[in-house]
């Protein structure tokens, strides 16, 4: 069954992206197949069926993934706030174990440059990553918007690399979804890695909520004030923020918070 076809061909893969829609208020508010080793070596296996093997100190029998057997998917998350980026997920789709290397090679819309890899990257891209059938892995294209003189898309190419960093060939591939067309002035892909990228940060980062008068206290023990003067300064700056963002980015920050913040930031009619 051929799931990942050239873009020479008549198919597509369909690359299936959902927009998460998150929101946060900063200023304190929130507490923001089977691959064969060398004897005595044991490959880490993760939950979805993957393993890490050291590409120069293992002897692999599976063979190199390839587009005929792998099921590929990206999802826009954060679009359009920090953190925005494509999610790649690939998917063995066939009867036996193969592997990834490296990180995609990808290209956006009609721009015919290839991205580069990241420079915040995890180390150990040189390895190979099994994939058992079934088996995933991830990678993601980070995406830097600023605002003016970006370029915009709703598609993008990938091809996936080998050892010697040869390149299969180029697939074309289709975003769907809601939000299918992304911007960006500046990219980069991460390495394939066995767990999604980023998510370990979103669990440390996990917000946390709290009144009024709490934040009070942690603005004063903060700045080294009475929780009056805290207040007052807390107020200076919301209410500059309120008066800076547009309606619409104000209505959604406050809609996450208490009404008595809709007070603070000088902007009654929106508490509940």
């Given at each position: 069954?051929?799931?990942?076809?050239n873009?020479s061909?008549p198919?597509?893969?369909?690359?299936t992206a959902v927009t998460?829609?998150?929101?946060?208020?900063?200023?304190g508010l929130?507490a923001?197949g089977g691959?064969d080793?060398?004897?005595?070596a044991?490959?880490?296996?993760?939950?979805?069926?993957?393993e890490e093997?050291?590409?120069?100190?293992?002897?692999?029998a599976a063979?190199q993934?390839?587009?005929?057997?792998m099921?590929?998917t990206?999802?826009?998350?954060?679009?359009?706030?920090?953190g925005d980026?494509?999610?790649v997920?690939?998917s063995n789709?066939?009867?036996k174990?193969?592997w990834a290397t490296?990180?995609?090679?990808v290209k956006l819309?009609?721009?015919?440059l290839?991205?580069?890899?990241?420079k915040?990257d995890?180390?150990?891209g040189d390895?190979?990553?099994?994939?058992?059938p079934?088996?995933k892995?991830?990678?993601?294209v980070?995406l830097?918007?600023?605002g003016?003189?970006?370029?915009t898309?709703?598609s993008?190419a990938?091809a996936?690399?080998g050892?010697d960093?040869?390149?299969?060939?180029?697939?074309s591939?289709?975003?769907k979804g809601?939000?299918?067309?992304?911007?960006?002035n500046?990219?980069?892909?991460?390495?394939?890695?066995?767990?999604?990228?980023?998510?370990s940060?979103?669990?440390q980062?996990?917000?946390?909520?709290?009144?009024i008068?709490?934040?009070?206290?942690?603005?004063a023990?903060r700045?080294?004030?009475?929780?009056?003067?805290a207040?007052?300064?807390?107020s200076a700056?919301?209410?500059t923020?309120a008066?800076t963002?547009?309606?619409?980015?104000l209505?959604?920050?406050?809609?996450?918070?208490?009404?008595s913040?809709?007070l603070?930031?000088?902007?009654?009619?929106l508490?509940?």
């Amino acid at each position: 069954m051929r799931r990942f076809q050239n873009v020479s061909g008549p198919g597509k893969v369909v690359f299936t992206a959902v927009t998460d829609v998150t929101a946060a208020l900063a200023l304190g508010l929130t507490a923001c197949g089977g691959g064969d080793t060398k004897a005595g070596a044991r490959p880490a296996t993760s939950s979805d069926g993957s393993e890490e093997v050291a590409s120069k100190s293992a002897v692999v029998a599976a063979l190199q993934c390839v587009g005929d057997e792998m099921l590929v998917t990206a999802v826009h998350r954060f679009a359009g706030q920090q953190g925005d980026r494509l999610l790649v997920t690939a998917s063995n789709q066939g009867t036996k174990p193969c592997w990834a290397t490296s990180y995609p090679a990808v290209k956006l819309g009609d721009d015919g440059l290839e991205l580069p890899h990241s420079k915040k990257d995890n180390p150990g891209g040189d390895k190979r990553i099994t994939l058992q059938p079934g088996g995933k892995a991830y990678s993601a294209v980070n995406l830097f918007d600023y605002g003016s003189g970006h370029q915009t898309a709703q598609s993008l190419a990938l091809a996936l690399r080998g050892t010697d960093g040869h390149q299969s060939p180029s697939y074309s591939v289709v975003m769907k979804g809601g939000n299918q067309q992304f911007s960006w002035n500046e990219a980069d892909v991460l390495n394939w890695s066995t767990e999604k990228p980023y998510d370990s940060d979103a669990k440390q980062q996990q917000a946390e909520s709290f009144g009024i008068e709490e934040f009070y206290r942690r603005v004063a023990e903060r700045i080294g004030a009475r929780p009056r003067t805290a207040e007052w300064d807390a107020s200076a700056v919301l209410t500059t923020v309120a008066d800076t963002v547009s309606g619409g980015e104000l209505n959604h920050i406050i809609s996450q918070l208490p009404s008595s913040y809709a007070l603070l930031s000088g902007k009654p009619d929106l508490a509940d």
